[in-house]
């Protein structure tokens, strides 16, 4: 498909176990966020990749939260020893790379619904 | 407080009536996101703007940068417009977005 996609839509599992999520931006799509949305809220950031570099990693939780994108496509969010306080939904975005200033939309996958027991 | 608040929460309304929604931000943006979210969780972009106002379609948004404020307007709702609005911004020389917490709307038959 022409989107961002995100596997697996559904996740569960239980607390201590490690997760990992995936995300296949947009092809040609050079920067890719991740975002965390706990039921009811708006989304919140955790971390950006222009390409394969981690440029801003400051929403990320804690350190059980990692993220990489080693050939600047796929994305792989993994969240170690897992805690009921990270059931959330998560969702990457993928945009074109900030052109002479403008700003680029971001293009959001349907999220990873993640829920921790 | 949040940085980007959006009101109200939650707005239900009937079929054919004029929606506002209204979105006030603390921070400089270099641009603002209208977006919506259907149940399930996907994310759809509606407008992007850094000044005066955009039209698609019986969408309207329009951004006072002086206020600090921005609205999204629905004229002829329609019960597939139920969905959460989201207002987002874009601090200055930043990639991520800053995101409200949402309007749920409901428009009933």
């Known amino acids: 498909g022409a989107g961002v996609s995100q596997s697996p839509r559904y996740k569960v599992a239980k607390r201590g176990q490690d997760v990992a999520l995936r995300c296949d931006p947009i092809?040609?799509?050079?920067?890719l966020f991740w975002y965390q949305q706990a039921l009811g809220q708006g989304p919140e950031f955790l971390t950006y990749?222009?390409?394969?570099?981690?440029?801003?990693k400051s929403g990320l939780p804690s350190d059980r939260f990692f993220a990489e994108r080693p050939e600047g496509s796929v994305s792989t969010l993994k969240i170690q020893r897992t805690q009921q306080e990270d059931s959330a939904v998560y969702l990457c975005?993928?945009?074109?790379?900030?052109?002479?200033?403008?700003?680029?939309?971001?293009?959001f996958g349907d999220g990873t619904r993640l829920s921790i027991l | 407080k949040n940085e980007v608040e959006q009101s109200p929460q939650n707005l239900t309304a009937q079929e054919g009536e004029f929606i506002t929604i209204n979105c006030s931000y603390s921070?400089?943006?270099?641009?603002l996101h209208w977006l919506q979210q259907h149940p399930g969780g996907g994310i759809v972009s509606l407008f992007m703007l850094s000044s005066g106002k955009k039209k698609h379609g019986r969408l309207i948004a329009t951004i006072n940068i002086q206020e600090k404020h921005s609205s999204l307007h629905i004229t002829a709702s329609h019960p597939r417009d139920s969905a959460v609005y989201i207002c987002?911004?874009?601090?200055?020389?930043?990639?991520?977005?800053?995101f409200g917490q949402g309007t749920r709307l409901t428009i009933n038959p």
């Open positions: 987002a911004v874009r601090p200055p020389g930043a990639q991520k977005l800053v």
């Open positions: 990749f222009q390409n394969e570099a981690q440029l801003d």
């Open positions: 921070v400089g943006i270099s641009a």
């Open positions: 092809s040609g799509h050079v920067s």
């Open positions: 975005a993928s945009s074109l790379a900030r052109d002479r200033g403008l700003n680029q939309p971001q293009h």
